[in-house]
């Protein structure tokens, strides 16, 4: 039955102890914080904020919407770990324009204030439009070969060759990696025979599914920049056909590797997706192992059978080998 206008309500504890990995938009007056940063930006940009709707918050990231006369702007609010995000972002709105999100402000500690990108997140889309993302991101790609360096500087995390698998065995090392053992041993040699496929390491986006790209029917926009890494460009395709059924996955990875191999005459695209196949849903077990390990323990059950679940498909896939 409804509860009567004058029945008392009953105090909620709060555990406000300090937590050294608790996300600031989770600390009392973090929001309050942020978004008076945001406002202030916005202001000295000319365009006021006149409200202020709040669209997510979670472990990894809380995100504001700030309307204005002047249009509208996203606040988004990381952890550190991601906060490479709005020096990627910069570096795609010179190289790509058009592409990618706006960067309007952020503060180096994982506060970044976004232009409005209209349209929906593509979480649905099919087959025809996946491959026009392909096509979008091989663009964005090829352009990101020829500056490797400059990525590098501004701090983009550094996974290239034998580097991704120290920093997979680092960051799986807390973890029950025994279904995996032996594609562990064997990575180094794995990876270097992806080498010898004489592809050219890139940008990669790190979670390129259709989710991460907004468009309004006439113009794609790939958003959530927070897991790019320089490392190979197969990583970014495998993710973006992982949901497909074969025959349509196959036909798109074909697509892509025959742009590959008309921009790098020689390479052998398709042995190095067969090679990273299993690498890939290994390289995501890392990635949430490291989740776990920046983010407060009661946030660790959100999380908590993610490594394993990617473990069991990365040896499911390399029994396919």
């Not at 916005?42 to 002047?70: F, K």
């Not at 570096?91 to 970044?112: E, H, N, Q, S």
């Not at 920093?167 to 990696?177: C, E, N, S």
Request: charged share 25%; aromatic share 6%; with cysteine.
């Amino acid at each position: 039955m409804p509860r009567s206008s004058h029945t008392p309500l009953t105090p909620v504890p709060v555990d406000l102890t300090p937590e050294p990995l608790r996300a600031p938009w989770a600390e009392p007056g973090g929001p309050a914080r942020s978004l008076a940063w945001a406002a202030e930006e916005l202001q000295r940009l000319g365009r006021p904020v006149t409200a202020v709707a709040q669209q997510r918050t979670w472990n990894l990231s809380a995100i504001w919407r700030l309307d204005g006369a002047h249009g509208t702007a996203w606040l988004k609010q990381v952890p550190v770990f991601f906060r490479h995000e709005a020096a990627v972002l910069r570096w795609l709105a010179r190289a790509a324009p058009g592409i990618t999100p706006i960067v309007l402000a952020d503060d180096g500690t994982g506060r970044v204030l976004l232009d409005h990108v209209p349209g929906e997140d593509r979480y649905e889309a099919g087959p025809d439009e996946r491959a026009a993302i392909a096509v979008d991101h091989h663009a964005i790609q090829l352009r990101a070969v020829d500056d490797v360096a400059g990525l590098v500087a501004v701090g983009v995390p550094d996974l290239r060759g034998p580097a991704l698998a120290r920093w997979i065995r680092a960051a799986l090392a807390p973890h029950d990696v025994s279904v995996v053992v032996d594609l562990l041993a064997g990575l180094d040699d794995r990876l270097a025979e992806v080498r010898r496929c004489g592809l050219p390491d890139t940008l990669v986006h790190g979670d390129l599914h259709p989710g991460n790209v907004r468009s309004d029917g006439t113009r794609r926009v790939i958003i959530d920049w927070g897991d790019a890494f320089l490392g190979h460009p197969a990583f970014d395709i495998l993710r973006l056909t992982e949901t497909l059924d074969a025959a349509t996955a196959g036909s798109l990875r074909e697509a892509w590797a025959a742009r590959w191999r008309a921009d790098v005459p020689g390479c052998d695209p398709e042995q190095a997706v067969a090679l990273l196949r299993p690498v890939a849903p290994l390289r995501m077990a890392a990635v949430y192992a490291l989740f776990l390990a920046g983010i407060e323990p009661s946030e660790h059950p959100y999380h908590a059978g993610d490594v394993p679940a990617c473990l069991e498909r990365a040896a499911a896939e390399a029994k396919q080998d």
